[in-house]
């Protein structure tokens, strides 16, 4: 009874402190219902079972921990050099003046507060229906909290094939902002769009995407978060893909106290395509480094594929989770689901958490999932000191090699090239000091 009475009050103040938006009718609805949900789940804490690994309590209480601002005035802005579309939030809010021209042939985007202040929209039948049905079976209260309480975002519609990527771009400019957004994605039959994220948007941040993919149509996207030392994350991708449709996601995550990312993805049609992929390098040496990957595919449909490829590289007693899940359902015949993650410690402090699952209940599958857990690989630096590579180049060359596996889940070049430069930079800059 005392743990059930100091969620709910932990709970009741996170509420408080915050301000529930208004608009039309629907939108309303929709933050009252994730409202009630958030209050009968309650806040996190380490006696949950998908928490047991990492302390929400900086996620949860009422107000945001400061974050010292962090400017990377020495290199430019990650994905700076491909032809994008950008739309930029300062601190959890739209910026306009920052932001291109939101016009666009085969897409549709608005800034989510205009599309929820509008009796029809389609954004109406998307926002809060897929993070209300990841609530099961496992509960997501600050998904639910987001859903409630989010003031900004932008809902996209794709219905063709758009020729450049959407780019979010989320600036910090206050050491205590508090930013909560919301992304409603919706992929018409046939389409195909390119997400683009990066920046480290607040002191401490909130985000959902819910992203609904048609039949035939194609999601991608990538992300990179950092590199902010201070900052901290609780992201949540909520996915369901049609009949021959693909999903494919890339995070890469450097510096940050608190990382928590989580997929929920339902593949509902047949011969749907879902990868989810992710590399992560954790210094703890200046500050304290936690990143946590949480996974939840559904296979609900039969020939389709699923993919969790999950890298990271800790030192200075930076610590690692992994939590993935593939669940098939009965029915869901000729099932390919495949799930790796793998921890490169580099030092006797680091530390690494997995816990992969298996739930299965079609006969006619093939799943698999592996972690492992190591250091350097010792025959392969000495090979390297053997022709003349310094000790430290040579690390780093085999901790790109190790990460690259989840990079290669990047479809377009291009952008998997720029995570390659951008991480080869970080660790020479490093290695420097």
Request: contains cysteine; proline residues 3%.
């Amino acid at each position: 009874m005392a743990v059930a009475q100091a969620k709910q009050d932990l709970t009741e103040a996170r509420i408080a402190a915050l301000d529930l938006p208004k608009g039309g009718a629907w939108a309303n609805a929709a933050r009252a219902d994730a409202l009630a949900r958030l209050r009968a789940m309650g806040l996190p804490n380490r006696r949950d079972e998908y928490w047991k690994f990492t302390d929400p309590g900086s996620l949860t209480q009422a107000a945001a921990p400061r974050a010292a601002l962090f400017e990377a005035t020495d290199e430019e802005p990650i994905f700076a050099g491909i032809d994008r579309l950008r739309i930029v939030f300062v601190d959890g809010v739209f910026d306009a003046a920052q932001s291109d021209d939101l016009s666009l042939a085969g897409v549709e985007i608005e800034r989510l507060s205009d599309a929820m202040a509008r009796d029809i929209h389609w954004a109406r039948e998307h926002y809060g229906k897929l993070e209300t049905a990841g609530q099961t079976p496992v509960q997501r209260p600050l998904a639910a909290l987001n859903t409630a309480f989010a003031q900004d975002g932008v809902v996209i519609r794709a219905t063709g094939k758009v020729a450049k990527p959407i780019s979010l771009v989320y600036l910090h400019r206050s050491e205590t902002s508090d930013a909560i957004l919301h992304h409603v994605v919706r992929v018409e039959d046939g389409a195909e769009l390119t997400i683009l994220e990066n920046g480290p948007a607040a002191a401490r941040f909130n985000k959902c995407m819910e992203i609904s993919v048609a039949d035939r149509g194609t999601f991608h996207h990538v992300r990179a978060q950092g590199r902010d030392h201070e900052r901290r994350a609780a992201t949540h991708m909520f996915a369901r893909l049609g009949e021959e449709s693909v999903y494919k996601s890339f995070t890469l995550t450097v510096n940050g106290v608190l990382t928590r990312n989580e997929h929920v993805i339902e593949l509902t049609g047949d011969d749907a395509v879902a990868h989810v992929a992710g590399a992560a390098m954790g210094d703890a040496r200046n500050d304290a480094f936690h990143h946590d990957d949480t996974v939840f595919i559904t296979h609900d449909a039969e020939r389709c594929e699923s993919r969790q490829v999950f890298k990271k590289v800790l030192r200075n007693g930076a610590e690692g989770v992994f939590q993935g899940k593939i669940l098939v359902k009965p029915g869901a015949q000729k099932t390919d689901g495949y799930q790796i993650s793998q921890s490169l410690l580099l030092d006797e402090e680091a530390s690494f958490q997995a816990k992969p699952e298996l739930e299965i209940y079609a006969d006619d599958v093939k799943c698999s999932h592996g972690s492992t857990t190591g250091a350097i690989d010792e025959t392969a630096l000495f090979y390297l000191r053997a022709r003349g590579v310094p000790n430290d180049t040579a690390t780093d060359l085999l901790v790109l090699a190790f990460i690259d596996e989840a990079i290669g889940e990047i479809e377009d070049e291009r952008l998997a090239e720029d995570i390659r430069v951008r991480l080869q930079m970080w660790l020479e800059r490093r290695r420097r000091g």
